[in-house]
């Protein structure tokens, strides 16, 4: 099974500045997709950014955008000009783009914006 | 409704019991997967179905659990003989493709407690 990492427990921020999260992940495989979560106190895991391995281009979503380094197995997350309604739980996942259709998540890291 | 849902959002038995988890995903989405989570853990996969097909049952941690969506629609999770360790949130998750490139939309969980 893919193994995926988040080093950071915890992190925090202040309002307004930025922020970077690390996600690292194991795999043999050519092929994958990755994913980041976001997981309020609601529980309701909402979709941030999504990346295909196979494009070299980082993605973007407004204030999120990633930093995806394909050889290092690196997917970290940058949050821009963070707003209190940012914090929350927030988990790396990666997907097989060729066999299953399980996500594989970190453990997570729980992100406090600092008013 | 628009998003997952999920029933009931509390559980509570005492150890040895049955109980039943109910999924109803988004319409008309094809997959629909069970994670398990742990508190402080990330999501952990338990089973994904493909319609009313279960096309992949290898994270059931043991055949107390059980689960179906007979007719490729809402989904129930059943646990027999409820054991302490089975105390989690359980998250449903659907999406409207099987291209390992689309998200997940979740539900808001179901969390269990076995006293």
């Known amino acids: 099974a893919q193994t995926v990492t988040q080093s950071q427990p915890e992190m925090s921020v202040q309002e307004a500045e930025t922020v970077t999260l690390s996600c690292t992940y194991d795999?043999?495989?050519?092929?994958?997709?990755l994913f980041w979560y976001k997981q309020p106190p609601s529980r309701q895991m909402i979709l941030v950014i999504r990346?295909?391995?196979?494009?070299?281009q980082n993605a973007t979503e407004n204030r999120f955008s990633v930093n995806f380094q394909k050889a290092a197995k690196s997917f970290s997350l940058k949050i821009s000009d963070s707003q209190l309604g940012d914090a929350a739980m927030y988990f790396c996942?990666?997907?097989?783009?060729?066999?299953?259709?399980?996500?594989?998540f970190g453990t997570g890291t729980s992100l406090t914006v600092i008013p | 409704g628009a998003g997952v849902s999920q029933s009931p959002r509390y559980k509570v038995a005492k150890r040895g019991q049955d109980v039943a988890l109910r999924c109803d995903p988004i319409?008309?989405?094809?997959?629909l997967f069970w994670y398990q989570q742990a508190l402080g853990q990330g999501p952990e996969f338990l089973t994904y179905?493909?319609?009313?097909?279960?096309?992949?049952k290898s994270g059931l941690p043991s055949d107390r659990f059980f689960a179906e969506r007979p007719e490729g629609s809402v989904s129930t999770l059943k646990i027999q003989r409820t054991q302490q360790e089975d105390s989690a949130v359980y998250l449903c998750?659907?999406?409207?493709?099987?291209?390992?490139?689309?998200?997940?939309?979740f539900g808001d969980g179901t969390r269990l407690s076995i006293l």
């Open positions: 998750a659907s999406s409207a493709l099987t291209y390992n490139n689309q998200p997940q939309h």
């Open positions: 795999t043999s495989e050519s092929d994958y997709y």
């Open positions: 990346q295909e391995a196979y494009k070299q």
């Open positions: 996942a990666y997907r097989s783009g060729n066999t299953g259709n399980q996500f594989y």
């Open positions: 319409s008309g989405h094809v997959s």
């Open positions: 179905f493909q319609n009313e097909a279960q096309l992949d």
